[in-house]
């Protein structure tokens, strides 16, 4: 047997996985992973859209020596068998490099740590030219001229990858500046999405800051777990060895409890099927979201479900996270614990739109509609106990009675359920459940009091119920006034 070391050529190898498939967002994130890695707790986002452009990520973490800087501009400079600490983002070795080279023909790094700076550079022209993994160093005259040098100037210790050279993004459109611009609004939002436990930490010790060109990010949060109407689930605990995942299912609060900011932040009203599912997060930092793995379907009544699950990195493997952390894999032998968790928070999106966010459990509301289960076919029924319809029907003759049933009857015929469903289903903001004016609702508040008064009822006890009426339950302002005015307690 012979043996025989073959060397990758490295101007073919580099150029190649270069097409690895990271996006831009996607690369910037891969960056500031390694600053969270090195405990950062600052990060400052530069760059320029004007030509020639230039991208520059600084960091306050413990920064690099020159052999170290070296190690870490090496391919595949660990292994992702290595045992890691458990904070640790990385795991191939090959983030800084394939990350920053995807985007740029240039990506330099400047380093600072034991009050010295070091600089090394990927220059994918230089390796043609030479043919050969052809590391470039600087010295420290040469890095005084070079963006974020001023950074590392003013810190202890500290990291800066500097991207440069944009031929893709060149290729790509004609208008590179706009497309530069785009993708740096794209990257905030990803970056304040993927990061948002880091930015939003509640120990100011663990907190992260990052900025885009001096401008603070502010975290996303998906499941909006600051929103009072917001339903937090049970937090359930799966073992693996002596490994743990954590799984927290959340229900977001129906629509019309929503702000313009609340929408924004789950990602407006037109994504939110979209983006109900798992949210898999690998040491607090986001790795995939909206999907629920083939468990079962998107659909439009389970859109307010979201369960974020935490994972630690000792269990990538099995997780099947890439190089790029931007895909995962559900491992076989929890896909049942976790389908149980799913059928029960998507159950509980379900009754939020049919319930409009009231705990069923709890429901003794006297609804105008009643849902009706006819040997599986579900319809829509007028509720015949409702207060109005009684003090009607004491107003008419036998016949107008009849002629009332008759048109009950027709408007439960005509419920429009196939367009409802369709308009509900596309999101539109001309779908609403309120549509009356609060004097409105008083005027028929004050009538039907009235006429309880006038037929000899207990107007104290049917004030106490009004609240319980799902029609005035959307009216609180009003049944407070109508207790007001007719001093009930």
């Known amino acids: 047997m012979k043996e025989k070391i073959v060397v990758p050529y490295a101007p073919i190898l580099v150029e190649s996985t270069r097409s690895i498939g990271y996006s831009f967002e996607a690369a910037v994130a891969d960056i500031i992973d390694n600053s969270i890695s090195a405990a950062a707790t600052e990060v400052r986002v530069c760059f320029m859209s004007h030509d020639p452009q230039w991208l520059c990520i600084e960091d306050n973490g413990w920064g690099m020596t020159a052999e170290e800087l070296e190690n870490a501009m090496r391919y595949g400079s660990q292994s992702s068998q290595n045992i890691r600490r458990k904070d640790d983002l990385g795991r191939f070795g090959l983030g800084l490099k394939m990350a920053s080279l995807s985007q740029c023909r240039k990506v330099t790094v400047l380093a600072k740590k034991e009050n010295k700076v070091c600089a090394a550079c990927w220059d994918l022209d230089y390796i043609v030219q030479q043919g050969d993994w052809a590391l470039k160093f600087y010295s420290e005259n040469e890095i005084k001229d070079m963006h974020g040098y001023s950074w590392l100037d003013v810190h202890d210790t500290g990291t800066v990858v500097i991207w440069e050279q944009f ?18 609004e794209v990257t905030r939002k990803h970056v304040a999405l993927v990061f948002h436990r880091f930015l939003e930490a509640e120990n100011p010790k663990n907190r992260l800051s990052v900025y885009f060109n001096g401008e603070a990010v502010t975290g996303i949060d998906p499941f909006l777990t600051k929103h009072p109407a917001t339903q937090p689930l049970s937090e359930q605990i799966l073992r693996i060895g002596t490994e743990e995942i954590r799984v927290k299912p959340y229900v977001l609060p129906y629509l019309n409890k929503m702000s313009r900011r609340d929408l924004e932040t789950i990602g407006g009203k037109d994504e939110l099927r979209q983006q109900q599912g798992f949210y898999i997060y690998r040491n607090k930092r986001l790795i995939i979201w909206g999907t629920w793995f083939r468990l079962i379907k998107q659909n439009e009544l389970g859109k307010l479900a979201r369960v974020r699950v935490d994972i ?64 599986g076919k579900l319809h829509y029924q007028i509720n015949r106990n409702l207060p109005v319809l009684g003090m009607l029907e004491k107003h008419l003759d036998d016949e107008g009675s009849v ?13 429009p359920y196939a367009d409802v469903y369709y308009r509900m289903a596309k999101s539109e903001a001309n779908v609403t459940e309120s549509v009356l004016e609060n004097n409105d609702v008083y005027l028929i508040a004050d009538h039907m009091v009235q006429q309880v008064g006038a037929m000899g009822g207990d107007v104290s006890a049917f004030i106490n119920t009004m609240d319980k009426m799902d029609f005035f339950i959307k009216y609180p302002d009003v049944v407070r006034q109508i207790k007001e005015v007719y001093d009930n307690d």
């Open 312 to 375: 630690p990195n000792s269990l990538d493997s099995i997780w099947e996270i890439d190089i790029k952390k931007s895909t995962a894999s559900l491992p076989h032998f929890i896909k049942k614990n976790l389908a149980d968790i799913v059928e029960n928070t998507v159950g509980r999106s379900e009754r939020v739109y049919k319930y409009r966010g009231r705990n069923v459990q709890t429901d003794n509301l006297i609804h105008v509609w009643n849902s009706i289960d006819d040997r």
């Open 403 to 415: 002629l009332l049933e008759s048109f009950i009857k027709m408007l439960e015929d005509a419920f």
């Open 167 to 184: 031929d893709r993004l060149k290729q790509g459109s004609s208008k590179v500046q706009r497309a530069f611009d785009e993708k740096i």
